[in-house]
């Protein structure tokens, strides 16, 4: 073998150290030990050939070639870095709402959590526990229209008047005076119905309709003039008559039951046209 092979042979040695010894972990390792290998093989053929066929050190060096490229692992580039711009938990190639305000709770999709269905995330959702299918307001809590206490949705009687004590079904309780109207005129001397009067008594149409759990006592109430027994009864045939025009307007008569009690209690003294105005009226009380 003549020197200048020697000297190729040598320098292929040296590469495959210099090679080896540069794989750890900075490149792609069965490339560059295959590479050596081709010429480490192909240097040391030529070497133990000791003479100058070209075709021995070319299969020597394809034989290294592939050993090195056997011999030495597949360079393990380690787990991918995790992206999650939110901060949420949920890697940003899954996560479906990759935006969420940080320390927002979220499901496993990454979206923010609502434990309730209500459509207010548990983050913002200031009564947590409402059950599934309620109307809620945008707080999470179910409405109380008329903050009696008493939720919408099992409340029998929503439109109940503000400030009245009302019982576990959100209805005025027994013996609460739930409307008092005024001015509810009949023909003279009559329990005849006034055009006026009709007018009036759609406000109480409006709060039976309202409020489907209320039953009511339509009381009748007069001024003094007149004997007591004449205006008892005077007065009940009157309540009689504001129930039927109810019904006529689709009320419950079940509802509702009619009582008069003449001028047994008035609200002013009978000492004046305006007063005894006020004495003749009608209340509709709560009861069981």
Same mark, same amino acid.
Not at 104 to 111: E, I, L, N, S, Y
Not at 134 to 139: L, P
Not at 265 to 273: H, I, K, L, M
């Given at each position: 073998m003549n020197k200048g092979l020697k000297l190729i042979a040598a320098a292929c040695l040296l590469s495959l150290l210099a090679g080896c010894s540069t794989t750890g972990g900075h490149r792609d390792t069965r490339f560059i030990c295959a590479l050596v290998g081709g010429v480490v093989g192909g240097g040391l053929g030529t070497i133990a050939t000791d003479n100058d066929e070209a075709e021995i050190g070319i299969a020597a060096g394809i034989?290294?070639?592939?050993?090195?490229?056997?011999?030495?692992?597949?360079?393990?580039?380690?787990?991918?870095?995790?992206?999650?711009?939110?901060?949420?938990?949920?890697?940003?190639?899954?996560?479906?709402?990759?935006? =969420?305000?940080?320390?927002?709770?979220?499901?496993?999709?990454?979206?923010?959590?609502?434990?309730?269905?209500?459509?207010?995330?548990?983050?913002?959702?200031?009564?947590?526990?409402?059950?599934?299918? =309620?109307?809620?307001?945008?707080?999470?809590?179910?409405?109380?229209?008329?903050?009696?206490?008493?939720?919408?949705?099992?409340?029998?009687c929503p439109a109940t008047p503000r400030g009245t004590p009302v019982d576990g079904r959100g209805c005025p309780q027994a013996g609460q005076r739930v409307l008092s109207l005024e001015g509810v005129t009949f023909g003279y001397d009559s329990a005849a119905l006034t055009d006026d009067a009709r007018s009036t008594l759609n406000q109480a149409v409006m709060l039976l309709r309202e409020n489907s759990g209320l039953r009511v006592r339509v009381e009748g109430h007069t001024d003094s003039?007149?004997?007591?027994?004449?205006?008892?009864?005077?007065?009940?045939?009157?309540?009689?008559?504001?129930?039927?025009?109810? =019904?006529?307007?689709?009320?419950?008569?079940?509802?509702?039951?009619?009582?008069?009690?003449?001028?047994?209690?008035?609200?002013?003294?009978?000492?004046?046209?305006?007063?005894?105005?006020?004495n003749r009226r009608v209340d509709f009380v709560a009861i069981d």
């Open positions: 034989i290294g070639a592939g050993l090195g490229y056997l011999a030495c692992p597949q360079r393990d580039e380690g787990p991918a870095p995790i992206i999650d711009g939110d901060g949420d938990g949920v890697p940003d190639g899954s996560d479906a709402c990759p935006a =969420t305000p940080r320390g927002t709770p979220v499901d496993a999709r990454g979206c923010p959590l609502d434990s309730d269905g209500d459509g207010v995330v548990d983050g913002q959702d200031r009564c947590p526990g409402t059950p599934a299918g =309620t109307r809620v307001d945008s707080t999470g809590c179910v409405p109380d229209s008329d903050g009696d206490g008493v939720a919408d949705f099992t409340d029998q003039r007149g004997s007591d027994a004449y205006n008892l009864a005077l007065s009940q045939r009157r309540a009689q008559a504001v129930v039927d025009y109810l =019904t006529s307007q689709g009320i419950s008569g079940s509802r509702m039951v009619a009582e008069g009690f003449g001028e047994s209690r008035p609200v002013a003294p009978n000492d004046s046209a305006a007063n005894m105005a006020r």
